[in-house]
């Protein structure tokens, strides 16, 4: 359900970085959006970053085919 805090196992389609400037502080600031597929369907999720670095570690950690545990709060 919507708000609830999930947990799941995927596997991952795509990670890309993508600058955006945050609008409380008005600096640039760095999202990941990963697409990974689940045993029924397909999920997307976003991390958020202050550092490019940060970004693009998570990026490699998240390479296409790679088996992850996601969680976080559904929307």
């Not at 400037?21 to 600096?27: A, F, K, N, Q, Y």
């Not at 999720?45 to 940060?54: E, I, K, L, Q």
Request: proline residues 3%.
């Amino acid at each position: 359900r919507e708000g609830e805090v999930a947990m799941v196992v995927a596997t991952v389609r795509s990670a890309a970085v993508k600058p955006y400037r945050d609008r409380r502080t008005g600096h640039t600031a760095y999202r990941t959006e990963v697409v990974a597929d689940l045993a029924d369907g397909t999920i997307a999720t976003t991390f958020f970053d202050r550092r490019v670095g940060a970004a693009q570690w998570r990026t490699r950690q998240l390479v296409p085919g790679t088996r992850a545990l996601l969680s976080g709060r559904f929307e």
